[in-house]
């Protein structure tokens, strides 16, 4: 699982430090960047300002929350999918909206999969384990060939 990488996006303190604890525990061993919203993703990405200098490869994955302040979670994937280089980055949108008005505008957005942040932290830990072990251990992405 060496290289293997996760970018997760989320300005909630507390929803970082569960899903980080979650992600460790799932025993898939993947490094985990944080963002801590839109804006920072997307300079994270596509390695601008205080990411200028991180090495390369892009994550296997992005975990995205739905609202942030500075630039929601549709405003980042819409960007994601309209930048040639980033297009190709499967996006799951991680947050705790179960409106239908939001899971539709994910979808009709690009995004690959849809996840309601469990409230529990044994959930947290399962739903982490689940996508981490399909997106980051099944998943055949962009670069994975080399």
Known sequence: MAGRHVLLVDDNETDVILAQAALELSGLGAVVSVARDGADALAFLRREGPHASRGTGDPHVVLLDLNMPRMSGLEVLGELRRDARLRHLPVVMLTTSQADG????????????YVVKPVSFDGTVE??????????????TVGDQG
């Open 102 to 113: 939001d899971v539709y505008s994910s979808y009709a957005s690009g995004a690959n999969a």
């Open 127 to 140: 739903a982490m384990r689940t996508l981490t072990a399909f997106w980051v251990a099944l998943n055949n």
